[in-house]
């Protein structure tokens, strides 16, 4: 399952390095609206300039069937064969989409992913999962395909907008506490006033990939430790499910960075996680999230969703918690009134 990855901020000179090391017949870029004018034209790539560009609309709402139908199609008339190769130049929903795109398209082509924003950089781009929302449900159809080739990079993530950087940053953050209490603190320090396309930035970014990688490569099929990446991910998914149904969306990123809070409470509370680092986590979630409203009204519904999340087992609500940064506890089964407790001293802690 390893694939290649390169870390730079001279994303053109490795893609011609990498495109020139592969035999293919034709070249595509898939990217969405925004990274085809934003950052398309700065990828100073000499082998990519003229190919063919299939540009999908932006945001979560395009990862669906009729866009990838569009892609399919794109291919399909532009010649594309067995021997092309798709370049995804985006964030995590082309890179899952045009992953999947290409994992399907004649059984199967090549790609490389050039993710733009930070949590695709970070996240989405690496570990082989591909896929589109469907019926309602996020990644409901999709593949192990792992990329050809990964380029991370940070140079893309001056025109991202703020509050992508942070949902970015809320999945380094959960691979810091997954790894080490120095990566951890080291994390915390970052002030979100300053630039983040830095060579120094991209040094973090690699040590974030590199411990999702390390997941991955221990369990490419999720059947296992993998799964101490959905830390923070089951209070998260159920505050999204909570914002969807009012009717006010939050970004997947945020929830992570909330979630995380009420999960450390229950490390702390179940497994002896350091209470010091449980304040210290919340007070910068405060600081640079803010906080996502409930109240004691809204605890019912979100224990229904948390007991219907993939994660859970046999109506249990189930969680990946921490006894400190870097031992994750996996499978730990959650009583209702000890995620009613994590939700009370998440409110404390957001003071809401
Ligand atoms: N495959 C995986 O393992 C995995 C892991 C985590 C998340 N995901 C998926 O990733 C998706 C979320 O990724 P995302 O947060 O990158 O969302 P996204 O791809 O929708 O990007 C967010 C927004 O930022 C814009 N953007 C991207 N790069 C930019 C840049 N450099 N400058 C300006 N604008 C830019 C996009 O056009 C979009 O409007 C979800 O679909 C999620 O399911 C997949």
């Known amino acids: 399952m390893a694939q290649g990855i390169t870390y730079t901020n001279h994303v053109g000179d490795i893609l011609d390095k990498v495109l020139a ?202 059947t296992g430790t993998r799964r101490a990446l959905n830390l923070g991910h089951t209070v998260a998914h159920a505050f999204e499910s909570l914002a969807l149904k009012r009717g006010k969306p939050i970004q997947h990123g945020f929830a992570v960075a909330w979630g995380m809070v009420a999960e450390t409470y229950l490390s702390h509370k179940l497994f002896g996680f350091s209470s010091q680092d449980l304040y210290a986590l919340a007070q910068f979630v405060l600081d640079n999230y803010g906080a996502f409203h409930i109240t004691c009204d809204d605890y019912e519904a979100l224990i229904a969703f948390m007991t219907h999340d993939k994660k859970s087992r046999d109506g249990e609500i189930n969680c990946v918690l921490l006894s400190q940064c870097g031992a994750p506890q996996f499978d730990a089964a959650i009583s209702t009134d000890h995620m009613k407790e994590a939700l009370d001293i998440y409110r404390d802690l957001m003071h809401i």
């Open 21 to 222: 090391g592969i035999d293919y017949n034709k070249a595509f870029i898939i990217a969405d609206e925004n990274t085809a004018r934003l950052v398309v034209p700065r990828l100073k790539s000499t082998v990519l300039a003229g190919v063919p560009i299939i540009t999908i609309p932006a945001g979560e709402e395009s990862k669906n069937l009729e866009t990838l139908t569009y892609v399919w199609t794109q291919l399909s008339d532009l010649g594309a064969t067995r021997n092309s190769i798709v370049v995804n130049v985006g964030g995590g929903m082309v890179t899952d989409l045009g992953g999947f795109a290409a994992a399907t398209f004649k059984r199967g082509i090549r790609f490389i992913n050039c993710p733009t924003s930070l949590l695709g950089a970070v996240d989405a781009s690496v570990g082989g999962k591909t896929g589109i929302d469907f019926n309602g449900l996020k990644n409901e159809i999709g593949a192990f395909s792992m990329p050809l080739h990964t380029i991370v990079s940070s140079c893309f993530l001056d025109t991202l907008p703020m509050t992508e950087i942070k949902a970015g940053y809320a999945e380094m953050l959960k691979h810091a506490l997954l790894h080490s209490h120095d990566l951890f603190c080291q994390l915390l320090k970052t002030d979100f006033s300053t630039s983040f396309n830095t060579d120094a930035f991209l040094k973090t970014m690699e040590q974030s990939v590199a411990i999702k990688l390390q997941y991955v490569d221990s369990d490419p099929f999720e």
